[in-house]
């Protein structure tokens, strides 16, 4: 029986893993891709019409993005082709950079997650070093307090001139969700976590949610209810 067209990233990948075991693995050790094993796949897979090229390299992108694929980019590791045989090794400027999204990647993720509290109305336990927590006394090292984060200020008006005062910053408010007509792959959105609207791509649309690409390249996995319209 015939395959049908793959349409999303997570089918891509799966049928990757499938006819490439031994370059796309789905658990367990993840080995650095040849430089160029894009166009080797295209052309393996050039007479099969199952996915388009757009879909293939955005997948692959987003295999190479992973935490766990960037961490086992380090110099000196060889890369592999499709039949898993090692190649050429990685280079230490190729390792840098792949360290560095890593950082950025996870960075991002504990601001989203951060975002995410705040909006719940976590708050994460105090660090104050002078503060001892239970039967503490009333000295001068008290836990710091919380009430700005918690509570914004609020904005004085003026009942005369603005005594050259700056004007408010604008903010970005969403208010129309994505439609169903707009949720297209390679529409430009806003995600909202924490106060800030986050632009963002949308990247692959499946039965399980819908990943989009942060400004950063890291790719997160959302509902079409959290994604709105770009004013």
């Known amino acids: 029986m015939e395959q049908a067209k793959l349409t999303n990233q997570k089918d891509t990948l799966?049928?990757?893993?499938?006819?490439?075991?031994?370059?796309?693995?789905?658990?367990?050790?993840v080995k650095p891709l040849k430089i160029?094993?894009?166009?080797?796949l295209a052309k393996d897979l050039e007479d099969k019409d199952?996915?388009?090229?757009?879909?293939?390299?955005?997948?692959?992108?987003?295999?190479?993005?992973s935490w766990r694929y960037l961490a086992s980019v380090k110099e000196?590791?060889?890369?592999?082709?499709?039949l898993g045989e090692d190649g050429d090794k990685v280079e230490l400027q190729h390792a840098e950079h792949a360290a560095e999204q890593l950082k950025e990647s996870k960075a991002k993720a504990a601001?989203?997650?951060?975002?995410?509290?705040?909006?719940?109305?976590?708050?994460?336990?105090s660090k104050h070093k002078g503060y001892s927590g239970k039967g503490a006394n009333n000295s001068t090292?008290?836990?710091?307090?919380?009430?700005?984060?918690?509570?914004?200020?609020?904005?004085?008006?003026?009942?005369g001139s603005n005594n050259g005062a700056k004007p408010a910053?604008?903010?970005?408010?969403?208010?129309?969700?994505?439609?169903?007509?707009?949720?297209?792959l390679g529409t430009n959105a806003?995600?909202?976590?924490?106060?800030?609207?986050?632009?963002?791509?949308?990247?692959?649309?499946?039965?399980?949610?819908?990943?989009?690409?942060?400004?950063s390249g890291m790719t997160v996995r959302v509902q079409q209810e959290q994604l709105y319209k770009i004013p």
């Open 169 to 184: 910053a604008v903010e970005i408010k969403v208010k129309e969700n994505i439609s169903d007509t707009d949720l297209k």
């Open 111 to 125: 601001k989203i997650k951060e975002a995410k509290n705040k909006e719940q109305g976590i708050t994460e336990p």
């Open 50 to 65: 199952i996915v388009s090229k757009r879909l293939l390299r955005m997948s692959l992108r987003h295999y190479t993005s």
């Open 190 to 215: 806003l995600i909202k976590l924490g106060k800030e609207p986050m632009p963002v791509t949308i990247t692959d649309i499946g039965k399980d949610g819908i990943s989009v690409q942060l400004k």
């Open 14 to 29: 799966v049928f990757l893993q499938k006819e490439y075991p031994k370059c796309f693995v789905a658990n367990g050790k």
């Open 141 to 159: 090292e008290r836990a710091p307090s919380k009430r700005n984060k918690s509570f914004p200020t609020r904005k004085k008006t003026n009942s």
């Open 76 to 82: 000196g590791v060889p890369r592999i082709n499709l």
């Open 36 to 40: 160029g094993i894009f166009q080797d």
